[in-house]
């Protein structure tokens, strides 16, 4: 993420003499749909009167151009039958261009910045995409949804507006087709060994408080370990960052992997500083009771992943972070061969002062940008409702996860499994063919977003258990629009990476001891030093601005 960051600042600056072009596509209301530019002579292949739910097929064989994100736990191969069936249904063959995944960001940045793109540019995480926007390099997408009937009926159907307003730029319009989910997808919570709880009378904890209350009679039972210990420190600017998402949440913040400098104040109805929202500090207190009563691990905050499992095997620690893929493939499996009668569970994230909410915005994934390029195209048209079918159908997000009823799956109803022979995922370990490896599929460049039904099929069933009890709670607001202007943007860039550091060392300090809580106004002082107000006030001044001319 700090890459794709430092390409941002670059490539905005780099991007600083051309901020005119942006104007170039016309502003007008920020409707979809912009000037309705004249596509008649785009329309090689297209499908007269295409519709949601119908089957793409193009009128004439096409291919297109993209950007491929190999990933080396399934490197790609030519030969797979996610190509050839894609090619069956949609007449339609994609030319990878096929870039490490390690590399993926720089090469993607160089590929643009060079005019030699691809057609399709998926992996796209936002707010990357605003790096190429004033240069013109990449299309205002929403002006071509009108092209794309599945991506409207589910924006509509699952009430997605005010998400698909959050990624809007200063002109209204947005860069980037974000794969769109019907409900929200958590990650991340606490996992417990729920033998040794069972051992000793104690219940999986439902709040932040109750967390508190179990690790303390582990550290009286166990007095020589520290019942929690964590990971996810490395190679991320936010040491813990999977604890802190997950911990900001129950206080109403973002923190860790989802700390953003800026957050919305719904009731004040304005930005606010996030690190120096009262929640935070509450956040930061949990924490700092925590190591101080040393119930937690203080080097979590710098230990490697493979130090942090190996206490949680050596049975130095009884609760860790996880996510339903490394619980049941990292944990339980080695657990399992390693200390009998193991047992651990991940709980749904405890509730802490916000109650029993997520976060705002988490139904949109990465997604695709589009070249600008593409336009001038004469199979324009049909390529938009090719992207409409494969990423945004029900039918073309089935082919993308699950590949071929009868061949690589079979389905009863909601119920999907892979035929025998087959291992998705680690499901059978022993099989002879792997769903992403061998055949394409369930391939992260192709397959994010969907409906419930969908999405969940590829649940194990601790995640079907997790995820069932996070979809009950409420989700926080989205962020409403405050898209920066170019000149704008170059500035708030050279604030917010000083200050986010700032905050990050400090939040370490306070949760560590090194600093005591007792200095936080001089902590808020320092922020204020380092252009803290500056940049919350170019933020409002944003939201203003958009909402005024956008409504």
């Given at each position: 993420m700090m890459n794709a960051g430092q390409l941002s600042r670059r490539q905005i600056l780099a991007a600083a003499g051309f901020i005119g072009l942006a104007t170039v596509t016309g502003c007008g209301s920020g409707d979809d749909g912009g000037d309705s530019k004249d596509l008649s002579k785009k329309q090689n292949g297209a499908m007269k009167n295409y519709r949601a739910g119908q089957q793409f097929k193009a009128a004439e064989p096409l291919s297109f151009s993209v950007l491929h994100n190999n990933n080396p736990v399934y490197p790609m191969k030519n030969g797979w039958l996610f190509w050839k069936e894609l090619t069956?249904?949609?007449?339609?063959t994609l030319k990878p261009v096929d870039v490490p995944l390690a590399?993926?960001?720089k090469k993607r940045s160089v590929l643009i910045g060079a005019g030699d793109a691809p057609f399709l540019i998926p992996k796209t995480y936002h707010p990357s995409e605003v790096a190429f926007v004033s240069?013109?390099?990449i299309l205002p997408v929403s002006d071509y949804v009108k092209l794309m009937p599945n991506f409207r009926e589910k924006v509509r159907k699952w009430k997605l507006e005010p998400e698909l307003d959050s990624i809007r730029q200063s002109d209204g319009k947005y860069y980037l087709l974000p794969g769109l989910h019907e409900k929200v997808k958590a990650g991340y919570s606490l996992s417990f060994r729920t033998d040794v709880l069972d051992k000793h009378g104690l219940s999986l904890p439902t709040t932040w408080d109750e967390v508190h209350d179990v690790l303390k009679a582990l550290k009286e039972e166990y007095p020589g370990t520290y019942p929690f210990s964590d990971r996810w420190s490395t190679n991320t600017p936010f040491p813990c960052g999977a604890l802190f998402s997950y911990l900001g949440q129950a206080f109403g913040v973002r923190a860790g992997w989802t700390y953003d400098n800026i957050s919305f104040d719904h009731k004040a109805r304005k930005y606010v500083f996030t690190g120096a929202q009262d929640g935070y500090r509450q956040m930061v207190e949990y924490l700092r009771g925590l190591v101080a009563e040393k119930l937690m691990d203080p080097e979590s905050f710098s230990q490697?992943?493979?130090?942090a499992l190996q206490k949680l095997l050596a049975e130095k620690c009884y609760a860790m972070s996880a996510n339903p893929q490394e619980l049941v493939q990292n944990y339980r499996y080695n657990l399992e061969k390693q200390v009998e009668g193991a047992k651990i569970e991940m709980v749904p994230v405890p509730l802490g002062p916000a109650g029993p909410v997520v976060l705002g915005g988490s139904r949109l994934e990465n997604g695709v940008m589009i070249s600008s390029k593409a336009l001038?195209?004469?199979s324009f048209v049909a390529m938009m409702q090719f992207v409409d079918w494969l990423w945004y159908s029900d039918e073309g997000q089935r082919l993308a996860r699950w590949g071929v009823e009868g061949v690589t799956y079979t389905r009863s109803?909601?119920?999907?499994?892979?035929k025998p022979g087959i291992s998705l995922m680690g499901s059978?370990?022993?099989a002879p063919k792997d769903m992403q490896k061998d055949y394409g599929f369930y391939n992260g460049v192709f397959a994010y977003g969907g409906s419930r039904e969908l999405v969940s099929s590829m649940f194990s069933p601790d995640e079907k258990k997790f995820q069932d009890a996070m979809a009950q709670r409420e989700q926080l607001p989205i962020d409403p629009a405050h898209p920066l202007q170019s000149f704008e943007q170059e500035?708030?860039?050279l604030w917010d990476t000083p200050l986010k550091d700032h905050v990050i060392q400090n939040t370490l300090q306070f949760v560590l001891g090194k600093r005591p809580l007792s200095q936080w106004n001089a902590y808020l002082a320092e922020l204020k030093s380092k252009n803290m107000q500056q940049l919350v006030d170019l933020h409002n001044k944003a939201y203003e601005r958009f909402k005024k001319e956008n409504g």
């Open positions: 069956k249904r949609t007449g339609v590399d993926y960001e240069s013109g390099a490697t992943d493979d130090q001038k195209s004469d109803g909601s119920q999907y499994k892979p059978d370990p022993d500035q708030a860039t």
